[in-house]
C-alpha cells in the first residue's frame, strides 16, 4: 500500500467552477498534511498546511482533513486557468522527524 | 520576502564524476533538507539536516551522498561518483522549526550521462 496516494488526473474543471482533489494515507498516526502546487519544471510551492480535523480556509482554498477516514482534500473555489498544475499532498508521520512524504500529484486543468 | 535559493540551476555531468549542488537556507532558518524528483516520479526525501549534522536520511542517501554546512548560510549535497539514476531535480528546503513548514528552492536539474 502507498503511503500516501492521490489520483492522478488529468481532472479537468471549467474556469469559475469548485476544484475538489482528494489524498489518502496509510500510516494512521500522520499528523501534519500540506497541500503543495507544482507547475511543470518547478519546485513545490506551499498552498495550505492542516494539522486538526476539520476544515481550513484561506482565500480561495479550503482544506479538509478526517484523520478516522485518513483522508485530507484541497477545495479550489472559484478556479482560474493560472490554477491549472499539479498539487502535491505531503504528509508528516508522528515521531520526532520531520520528512514530507509525498503523493505523486494530482494534475488540474482549468479550462477558460 | 526571504527564499531558498539554489545553484546551478542545471547541471550536465559524465557517470562517475563528483557534483556539488549548492543552497542557500532562508537565514533564520534552522532545519535543512534535501529531496529529489525523478521526471514523472513523485518527490522523494533524501536526508533532513539540523545543529550541524544528519537527522534522518531514506535509503536513497548511501555512501555515494553527503551534505555540510561549511559556513553560516550555504548547505551543499555531494553526490561523490553520479550514476545515469541519479539524473533527477533536487530541492532544497529549509524551516524555522520542528513544527513549522518547509520553503522550498527552485531546485537543480541533474543530467549524468
Known amino acids: 500500500q502507498k503511503e500516501v496516494e492521490q489520483n492522478s488526473g488529468p481532472l479537468s474543471v471549467p474556469e469559475g467552477a469548485i476544484a475538489s482533489l482528494n489524498c489518502t494515507y496509510s500510516?494512521?498516526?500522520?499528523?501534519?498534511f500540506f497541500w503543495y502546487r507544482q507547475y511543470s519544471g518547478k519546485s513545490p510551492e506551499l498552498i495550505m498546511f492542516i494539522y486538526s480535523n476539520g476544515d481550513k480556509e484561506d482565500g480561495r482554498f479550503t482544506a479538509q482533513l478526517n484523520k478516522a477516514s485518513q483522508y485530507v482534500s484541497l477545495l479550489i473555489r472559484d478556479s482560474q486557468p493560472s490554477d491549472s498544475a499539479t498539487y502535491l499532498c505531503?504528509?508528516?508521520?508522528?515521531?520526532?522527524?520531520?520528512?514530507?512524504?509525498w503523493g505523486l500529484g494530482t494534475s488540474l486543468a482549468v479550462n477558460p | 520576502e526571504p527564499e531558498v535559493t539554489q545553484t546551478p540551476s542545471h547541471q550536465v555531468t559524465q557517470m562517475g564524476q563528483e557534483v556539488i549542488l549548492r543552497c542557500v537556507p532562508i537565514s533564520n532558518h534552522l532545519y535543512f533538507y534535501w529531496y529529489r524528483q525523478i521526471l514523472g516520479q513523485k518527490v522523494e526525501f533524501l536526508v533532513s539536516?539540523?545543529?550541524?549534522?544528519?537527522?534522518?536520511k531514506s535509503e536513497i542517501f548511501d555512501d555515494q551522498f553527503s551534505v555540510e554546512r561549511p559556513d553560516g548560510s550555504n548547505f551543499t549535497l555531494k553526490i561523490r561518483s553520479t550514476k545515469l539514476e541519479d539524473s533527477a531535480m533536487y530541492f532544497c528546503?529549509?524551516?524555522?522549526?520542528?513544527?513549522?513548514?518547509?520553503?522550498f528552492g527552485p531546485g537543480t536539474r541533474l543530467l549524468v550521462l
Open positions: 500510516d494512521r498516526g500522520s499528523q501534519s
Open positions: 528546503a529549509s524551516s524555522s522549526g520542528v513544527k513549522e513548514t518547509q520553503y
Open positions: 539536516f539540523y545543529n550541524n549534522e544528519i537527522s534522518e
Open positions: 505531503a504528509v508528516i508521520r508522528a515521531g520526532n522527524n520531520r520528512k514530507l512524504i
